[in-house]
């Protein structure tokens, strides 16, 4: 099946710094990425729908000033936090679109602490 | 718009049983997709098994099945034979049928089922 990385794995960071998390379809062409987020023992929330070449679309209640998305390439999607803060601490979970479009491939995720 | 409601917050069974999930999601369309995701402690999403709402034979998978029941809105997992390594949360969610410059292939989740197998 289709591969979907994450980096990092996870991260740690200071309140009011910027921290970029990546998501790379690893063996196919991704023209659509998924970013969402996920609070522990809870469902994936849907943030929003990165497309290649455009903007992002982002999920009502999401601050796109806060979470940048930027989808620079077929198989790069990057999502950045920026001066992120405690509340800001939690799991990060991106998908790919795969090449026949009604499947979507996860990525590992990643543990975001914001001390 | 689509809805997807697990209705078991928990379930456990005992290792080798059966045990059935169930997920009832409303939608306007005919044409869709739905599917089983399970996310062990790792936090890995991992396809179990998918659904064409076209296709009226119930999907299965080694030991994972369906039952689909496309009138009721219903999509029930069973798991057979159950595996210490079940142990996990289940999703169910639900895709729309992708059309050329139609959706954009979103998923719909439900809240989830922690699934216990018990040895």
């Known amino acids: 099946g289709a591969v979907v990385s994450q980096h990092p794995s996870r991260v740690i960071c200071k309140s009011g710094t910027s921290v970029k998390i990546e998501c790379r379809s690893l063996d196919f062409q991704a023209t659509t990425m998924f970013w969402y987020r996920q609070f522990p023992k809870k469902s994936l929330m849907l943030m929003a729908t990165s497309n290649e070449g455009s903007k992002a679309t982002y999920e009502q209640g999401v601050e796109k000033d806060k979470f940048l998305i930027n989808h620079a390439s077929l198989t790069l999607s990057t999502l950045t936090v920026t001066s992120a803060h405690p509340e800001d601490s939690s799991f990060y979970i991106c998908?790919?679109?795969?090449?026949?479009?009604?499947?979507?491939?996860f990525g590992p995720g990643t543990r975001l602490t914001v001390l | 718009a689509q809805t997807v409601t697990q209705s078991q917050p928990e379930m456990s069974v005992q290792e080798a049983e059966t045990v059935t999930l169930s997920c009832t999601y409303d939608?306007?369309?005919?044409?869709?997709?739905l599917f089983w995701y399970k996310q062990p402690p790792s936090r890995q999403m991992i396809l179990v098994i998918r659904q064409e709402a076209y296709k009226q034979q119930n999907a299965t998978e080694n030991r994972f099945s369906v039952n689909f029941q496309k009138a009721a809105k219903s999509f029930s997992l069973k798991i057979s034979d159950s595996q210490l390594g079940d142990t996990a949360m289940y999703f169910c969610?639900?895709?729309?049928?992708?059309?050329?410059?139609?959706?954009?292939?979103?998923?719909?989740f439900g809240k989830g089922t922690k699934l216990s197998v018990k040895p």
């Open positions: 969610a639900f895709m729309n049928f992708m059309n050329y410059g139609g959706s954009q292939g979103n998923l719909i």
């Open positions: 939608t306007s369309e005919s044409n869709y997709y």
């Open positions: 998908s790919a679109l795969g090449t026949t479009q009604n499947e979507q491939f």
